[in-house]
C-alpha cells in the first residue's frame, strides 16, 4: 500500500468553506478512483492561516498514476482551488506503508 501525502494552505477565513469543497469535491473523487483505499482528511488552523493535509491510500503506484498521471508526484488541483489556496505546491510525497494498526 503506498501513502500519498498533500499539503495546502488557505486563509483562516477560508478554514470552513475549503473543508466543505473537499468534503463535496475531493473526497468524492477519490473515493470512485479504482485502486483507492482510504483517506485521512487533517485540518488546523494557525493565526491567520489553515493548514490541510490530505494523506490518501493506494493499491499501489499504477492506480495512483491512473488518478494522478504519468507524473506521479505532481499535485493534482481542481479549478475550484483558485478560490481557496495561497499557494500550488507542485509535489507531493509518497511513501510505502509497512505496518498499519487501527
Known amino acids: 500500500m503506498i501513502a500519498r501525502i498533500w499539503h495546502g494552505r ?56 491512473n488518478f494522478a498521471g504519468e507524473d506521479f508526484e505532481k499535485a493534482k488541483y481542481y479549478l475550484e482551488d483558485e478560490e481557496f489556496l495561497l499557494e500550488f505546491e507542485e509535489k507531493v510525497i509518497h511513501h510505502e506503508v509497512f505496518s498499519e494498526i487501527a
Do not use: C
Open 10 to 65: 488557505t486563509s483562516a477565513n477560508d478554514f470552513e468553506d475549503y473543508t466543505k469543497f473537499m468534503k463535496e469535491r475531493a473526497v468524492p473523487d477519490y473515493q470512485n478512483t479504482p485502486g483507492f483505499i482510504k483517506l485521512s482528511f487533517l485540518r488546523r488552523l494557525e493565526g491567520k492561516e489553515a493548514h490541510f493535509t490530505l494523506i490518501t491510500y493506494w493499491k499501489n503506484l499504477d492506480v495512483i498514476k
